[in-house]
């Protein structure tokens, strides 16, 4: 069963631009992950946020995690084409099972 | 980084045969491994998560029979596609862990077309 639900489903914005994604989860976990997914790839893991984190940062990617509202967000700034791909938010509730959402495409035009 | 493998990469096959993929470890032993199907524009379904020696686990709806997964080793898992119909035309991607905190592996994945 899936577990994240991801918001927006697609999302088209200008190069240069901030693009924000966010997730919503329903029950306890051990860390929430966010991976990109080029079209017809394989899944690339961008970050992975504890749920005693409130927030992580990696390169142009930053991450926030609010465990009392079960959501997280993913914020992607100074967007360029090649971040062009689908964004999917997973969440481990422990025993190393992951529960993906259905995730967001995001297109940058150049 | 872990390197995680998938064989085929993509495969076509005619409805009623079976097709096996393989997903091994390159350089860690995986305790354990996860099989998910992808439909287009769709996001991952985990279908059985298999433990080194042991029984798959099959999340509801998935057929045992029909998906059958073997883990016989640290560095090898196959699910085999029985009986295949155009409906199980997908991607399967597996996913390896060695049990350590928050490590886990993806493989590249493996779409099935089957006419």
């Known amino acids: 069963s899936q577990q994240g639900e991801e918001d927006p489903q697609a999302l088209s914005i200008q190069e240069g631009e901030n693009a924000t994604m966010n997730c919503s989860y329903k029950t306890s976990i051990n860390n929430l992950q966010w991976y990109r997914q080029n079209s017809g790839r394989g899944l690339v893991h961008l970050i992975l946020?504890?749920?005693?984190?409130r927030e992580k940062h990696s390169g142009r990617l930053r991450v926030t995690l609010d465990t009392s509202k079960k959501s997280s967000s993913l914020l992607i700034t100074a967007s360029r084409a090649a971040d062009t791909a689908s964004y999917f938010c997973?969440?481990?509730?422990?025993?190393?099972?992951?529960?993906f959402g259905k995730g967001t495409m995001l297109l940058v035009s150049p | 980084g872990a390197v995680v493998s998938q064989h085929p990469s993509w495969v076509i096959c005619k409805s009623g045969t079976s097709v096996k993929i393989e997903c091994r470890s390159l350089d860690f032993q995986a305790t354990t491994m996860f099989w998910y199907r992808q439909f287009p524009k769709q996001s991952l379904m985990l279908m059985a998560t298999s433990n080194e020696g042991s029984k798959a686990t099959y999340e509801q709806g998935v057929e045992k029979d029909k998906f059958l997964i073997n883990h016989a080793s640290l560095t090898l898992s196959t699910l085999t596609v029985t009986s295949a119909h155009p409906e199980d035309s997908s991607f399967y991607i597996c996913r390896a862990s060695d049990n350590g905190p928050y490590e886990q592996y993806f493989g590249p994945g493996t779409r099935l077309t089957v006419t």
């Open positions: 997973a969440t481990d509730e422990g025993y190393s099972t992951l529960t």
């Open positions: 946020i504890r749920s005693n984190e």
